[in-house]
């Protein structure tokens, strides 16, 4: 988040693939401050930008290691056991 929220109580998951050359990665990285405490990264191996959606290659992205059937289904595992994990 480009917001501070970090003394909020949401609980945050942030999933992005190692081949993504979209993602502005020092944006990214110095925007993590402004996490709650206890947020999520999932890093999904060989996933790219474009593959996060149906649009189709993205300009700069990177060669993905997976199919985009994969990546999907491996989000939606991540977010779902997120979103279905009690807190504690």
């Known amino acids: ?7 909020s109580s949401l ?6 693939g190692s081949e993504d050359r979209v993602l502005n990665r020092e ?4 925007c993590q ?8 990264e ?4 060989g996933g ?4 996060f959606g ?6 700069g992205d990177g060669t993905p290691a997976l199919s985009a059937e994969e990546q999907i289904r491996l989000s939606a595992a991540y977010i779902s056991e997120f979103l279905f994990t009690e807190v504690h």
């Open 27 to 30: 944006k990214y990285e110095e």
């Open 42 to 45: 999932i890093k999904i191996d």
């Open 54 to 59: 149906m649009y189709g290659t993205q300009k």
């Open 11 to 16: 609980r945050v998951l942030s999933v992005f």
């Open 33 to 40: 401050a402004n996490l709650p405490a206890g947020w999520i």
């Open 48 to 51: 790219c930008h474009a593959y």
């Open 1 to 7: 988040s480009s917001r501070d929220l970090s003394q």
